[in-house]
């Protein structure tokens, strides 16, 4: 690695800075994965972070030079990213989802979900969404899916639910941050037990990491709470007590949507019968399943069983 003393003299622009900082990530051979997925996108988030400045910065500030402790405060976030493994997003504090800044700490999963290109497009064409009033995001962390739908739904009302009582002050956080309190309530709930009444979709990206994966993943996920992650030997534990349950909680119309990632494979082996929608994504991502009201009803016994 440089030494990031003697390089702080060498560098002076924007330009400069990103990239340097790509190539010291490239050389650290960091893991991206936790709302970038490349050396560039992750240099200029740390950056403009930095200075302060919008993501879509006009191309001519890029000779902008940095201050002195600009410099410093830019080849800090490098040096640790590298050294220490921790996601950009907890050392920012930021990340981006469906469009949204959310505030993040290591108290939640770093928002990621191929989830946002659905809220994007209102969950058309499985729901209709004038139709749509009451919106559960269950396992909800940070509450990126929650807020997310209250700004896509902005006449439904919306319960981000979470087991974990840190998680929902995040989300609470985010909530009055992002100016829905009076569309979103934070509910502590394991699964469905702390919920009342029904929906008219239910999104969801429980934990489903299965031990094999846990075991194997790189130093960045093991900064992340393992509550959101893990979820027993195939990934499923989560995941089965929502198919079990979901039924109850949906209106006659109502959709569900979860996110199950790799375990897709022991999902299907687990429910065979079960005929699982699994959506597709144009930007990248898969692993997302839906079910109708009506099928979850017509196969109660092997969701159940």
């Known amino acids: 690695m440089e030494d990031y003393d003697s390089v702080e003299n060498q560098l002076s622009t924007i330009r400069d800075f990103i990239r340097f900082g790509m190539s010291e990530l490239e050389r650290g051979e960091v893991f991206f994965g936790h709302g ?18 919008p993501h879509d910065l006009p191309g001519h500030f890029m000779e902008s030079r940095l201050l002195t402790s600009e410099k410093k ?44 290109e659905l809220i994007e497009q209102q969950f058309e064409p499985w729901v209709e969404p004038e139709n749509v009033t009451r919106i559960l995001d269950l396992c909800t962390g940070s509450g990126c899916i929650a807020i997310a739908c209250a700004y896509q739904f902005p006449h439904a009302s919306v319960d981000a639910a979470d087991i974990s009582d840190e998680a929902l002050a995040v989300a609470q956080r985010n909530i009055v941050d ?12 394991d699964i ?11 999104v969801s990206n429980p934990p489903y990491v299965d031990q094999s994966e846990i075991d194997a993943m790189p ?32 209106n006659e119309n ?13 999902l299907v082996a687990a429910f065979p019968t079960i005929p699982f929608t699994w959506l597709e994504f144009a930007r990248g991502g898969s692993g997302v399943f839906l ?7 017509k196969n109660r016994v092997a969701l159940r069983g």
């Not at 469905?192 to 239910?202: A, E, P, R, V």
Request: aromatic share 6%; with cysteine.
């Open 36 to 53: 970038t997925d490349n050396a560039l996108d992750e240099a200029t988030a740390a950056v403009l972070h930095v200075l302060r400045l």
């Open 73 to 116: 405060a830019v080849l800090t976030l490098i040096r640790r990213r590298v050294e220490e493994r921790v996601p950009m997003a907890y050392l920012t504090n930021e990340a981006w989802f469906a469009g949204l800044k959310f505030f993040v700490d290591q108290r939640v999963l770093v928002p990621r979900s191929p989830i946002a």
């Open 178 to 189: 992002l100016g829905v309190e009076g569309q979103v309530e934070a509910i502590c709930s």
């Open 192 to 202: 469905f037990s702390g919920l009342k009444g029904q929906y008219d979709l239910i």
């Open 219 to 250: 130093s960045e996920f093991h900064h992340e709470p393992i509550l959101g992650l893990a979820s027993g030997n195939d990934g499923l534990d989560a995941t089965r007590r929502i198919l079990a349950k979901a039924e109850d909680f949906l």
């Open 254 to 266: 109502g959709v569900l949507v979860v996110e199950v990632g790799a375990s897709e494979e022991a």
């Open 291 to 297: 079910l109708t009201k009506d099928q979850l009803t």
